[in-house]
């Protein structure tokens, strides 16, 4: 009983440092403390209740945290959609589970080494400070993302239609289920902020779970230094190749940069501890977070576990249970936003189509992704790959443990063949993006700490600064680094070399894996750095600008002032009111309000075609043509449930649609409005 009160005394006290962090900090460090509460109080909770915190350090289970986190939200969210709870149901339920989690008597916890604490701080500092340069507009998905959160902390009853872009709309094959967005609501609400105004300012917080991410897997694969080294080639890859670190807290690249490495942390502890359960039932449950957050991409993660499966031959019950999870969730997501859809292909030019810059053709078909796409002209990533079947075939096959990681991902997008399965399946635009999954980073950080261990310090020295002068030599000779075909001769025949390696393993009975030798951390810092000398050197105007004046965003299309505030009279009833505007329109005020839309723009639409949205569009633009009648404009918004009107036209005149609409009885004019250029008129609907 005691031990229970003060484990509900710490999550009650852990939820007052958010609030007061919130009342009392600029928001992008109030946020940062409130994220570290949402994910780390119930990620900290599990740990410790499957005894994980006494099996591993301090250092590896704040790498896991993020991971640990979001499994403890997934069944509370499920849970109160399922009965219909408000979201502060939900956040007591996680609140009530951290507690459960807390209260047992447990053994004493291991402790990391000073050292690698003082890393793990100093980093999580960093990458704040980064986050805050690199911090991406209001602008393009956000909008998205911000109004399922609006939706999560505005409704009475949650629910898989409630949080939808539409009213009783049907789920977002994307994301069906907003694992993610409720656990960012959760600290949103913390801090009591705006969540326009907060999801943005979520970056520095996301890019400051990076560096600890990375250097807790690096360091489980090779020891301090190879963590050292992954921390630093992958906190200098998320800013070389903008805007990654400034959209850590999106679905997408949260699974891509840190549920993967995560993932790779739990399969490699449990390698190493083969009969634990737990840690075991950790891989396949971060797995299944990541099908939920982003489905598409639990296709690399599995690739990454098949690969260090295949190649140490282990860790089948982890990799079959990851495979089971995500299969289920997949057919769950296709059940309830796809299954009986018709998927309407748009005009010519509406989807992105393979290019041979991006992928290999063979008779008109696109078979493997080239370097071009794969490497994205990262001098790092390439040596990485030449790396890949040196580490497989090295000697000391202790070494090989990052190279399994990289292996089973390469294969998939440099392989002949599954990209053609990609393209025909979630898209072009989708399998694009999948060589972002590939951790490349720990084999670059194992083949340099195999260079320290294995060869003399001064040749190591020598071959590095000759190598950097070199090329940064080459740097500024822009017609060597504009040829684009070039690069994809090496990926295809790697990804083939890998396959025949694998075979090898297979047949020899060979076998990855082990402690590999421990390298000198310092040695490998300034080797990882000597490697970064090229790209930052090449692109050092744009990163100073960057830390100066802040990443260069795309501009963002603010809402017309005036518009919100009339929105967000929700109606008696509690239910959230439904806007009929222009598409785009549309999507930024769902972005900005507590309201649904009656349509937004085809490319925002995809993943949704239970909620037939191109007849959503038409039945828009009917309504905002002025050549329709009062009688079909009352039924489309009938048929709709629509409240407001937004409707707007260049010029200082209100559109002929809205003067219509002014002298319709069922509709009263509450505001005109000139913005841009612009003018628009809102209505309000207020009989049949």
Excluded at 104 to 129: H, K, M, S, T, Y
Excluded at 386 to 414: H, I, K, Q, S
Aim: aromatic share 6%; proline share 7%; hydrophobic share 55%.
């Amino acid at each position: 009983m005691r031990r229970a009160l003060i484990a509900s005394l710490t999550v009650v006290g852990w939820a007052a440092v958010a609030l007061a962090a919130g009342a009392l900090l600029p928001i992008q460090a109030a946020l940062a403390v409130a994220v570290a509460v949402s994910l780390g109080v119930p990620g900290w909770a599990l740990l410790r209740v499957t005894g994980i915190t006494e099996r591993l350090d301090s250092v590896a289970c704040l790498g896991l945290l993020p991971g640990a986190g979001l499994i403890v939200w997934a069944p509370a969210l499920a849970m109160g959609m399922a009965v219909g709870l408000p979201f502060n149901g939900v956040l007591a339920v996680v609140g009530v589970a951290s507690a459960a989690g807390l209260a047992p008597e447990r053994g004493r916890r291991r402790r990391a080494p000073a050292g690698d604490l003082a890393i793990v701080i100093a980093g999580a500092v960093v990458g704040f400070l980064l986050g805050t340069r690199w911090q991406w507009s209001f602008y393009g998905d956000e909008l998205f993302h911000a109004g399922r959160i609006r939706k999560l902390l505005a409704l009475d009853r949650l629910s898989l239609d409630g949080v939808s872009t539409y009213l009783n709309g049907q789920p977002h094959a994307g994301y069906a289920f907003p694992l993610l967005h409720a656990a960012q609501a959760g600290a949103i609400d913390l801090v009591r902020a705006d969540p326009t105004h907060a999801y943005p300012n979520l970056s520095p917080a996301f890019a400051m779970l990076l560096p600890v991410v990375l250097f807790a897997t690096g360091r489980a694969i090779g020891g301090t230094a190879v963590g050292l080294s992954a921390m630093a080639l992958g906190l200098f890859d998320a800013v070389q190749v903008a805007p990654n670190l400034g959209q850590l807290q999106w679905p997408g690249p949260f699974v891509l940069f840190l549920l993967i490495p995560i993932a790779l942390l739990a399969a490699v502890e449990a390698l190493r501890d083969p009969g634990d359960p737990w840690l075991e039932a950790g891989v396949a449950g971060i797995a299944g977070c990541a099908a939920f957050v982003h489905p598409t991409y639990v296709v690399m993660l599995l690739a990454m576990l098949a690969g260090i499966t295949f190649l140490t031959r282990r860790g089948w019950r982890s990799l079959a249970a990851s495979a089971a999870v995500s299969a289920a969730i997949l057919f769950w997501i296709w059940w309830v936003a796809l299954r009986g859809a018709h998927i309407v292909k748009p005009a010519s030019g509406q989807w992105r189509v393979a290019t041979p810059v991006d992928y290999v053709f063979v008779s008109g078909h696109a078979i493997a992704s080239t370097a071009a796409d794969v490497v994205q002209g990262r001098l790092p990533f390439l040596l990485a790959a030449l790396a890949l079947p040196v580490l497989l075939l090295w000697r000391d096959r202790r070494y090989a443990l990052a190279a399994t990681a990289m292996a089973g991902p390469l294969l998939v997008v440099a392989l002949p063949g599954p990209a053609a399965a990609g393209i025909a399946t979630i898209g072009v635009g989708q399998t694009h993006r999948l060589p972002e999954a590939i951790p490349w980073v720990f084999t670059l950080a194992m083949a340099l700490a195999l260079a320290v261990v294995n060869v003399r310090p001064r040749l190591i020295a020598a071959a590095a600064v000759a190598a950097a002068l070199g090329a940064l030599a080459l740097a500024g000779a822009d017609h060597v680094w504009r040829q684009r075909d070039w690069s994809w001769l090496p990926m295809t025949p790697i990804a083939i070399l890998v396959a025949a390696i694998l075979v090898l393993y297979l047949v020899r009975g060979l076998r990855a894996g082990g402690a590999a030798p421990r390298a000198a951390p310092a040695a490998t810092l300034v080797l990882t750095l000597l490697v970064l000398v090229v790209p930052a050197a090449r692109q050092a105007g744009t990163l100073a600008s960057d830390l100066r004046h802040g990443v260069s965003a795309p501009p963002t299309r603010p809402v017309p002032p005036g518009i919100i505030p009339l929105l967000r009279q929700v109606a008696a009833d509690g239910h959230l009111p439904v806007v009929l505007a222009a598409p785009d329109l549309s999507y930024r005020l769902v972005g900005s309000a507590d309201v649904y839309a009656v349509a937004v723009p085809e490319v925002r639409s995809r993943a949704e075609p239970k909620n037939h949205p191109a007849q959503r569009r038409a039945a828009v633009a009917r309504f905002l043509d002025p050549a329709t009648s009062e009688r079909a404009r009352r039924a489309i918004a009938d048929q709709y449930d629509v409240r407001y009107v937004v409707a707007g036209a260049r010029g200082r005149r209100p559109s002929a649609t809205a003067r219509q609409l002014a002298r319709d009885p069922a509709f009263r004019r509450l505001r005109t409005i000139h913005h841009g250029g612009v003018t628009y008129m809102v209505l309000e609907r207020v009989s049949g």
